[in-house]
C-alpha cells in the first residue's frame, strides 16, 4: 500500500489544480509525473554490476 502515496498525491494535485481552473498546469504536472514513471522504468539499473 505504501507505493501509492506517490500516485494518489500527484492524482489530488492534478485535481485540485484542475478544480481551480488551471488546467494547463495539470497537464504539465500529468506530463512530468508521466515521464518521471517511464524513465525510471526504463533506465538502467544501478544496482548491478557492469560487465568485467
Known sequence: MRGF???????????VLSALRLRALATAVSLAWLAWCVWTWIRPDRRRPGPR
Open 5 to 15: 502515496g506517490p500516485w494518489l498525491a500527484v492524482l489530488a494535485v492534478v485535481v
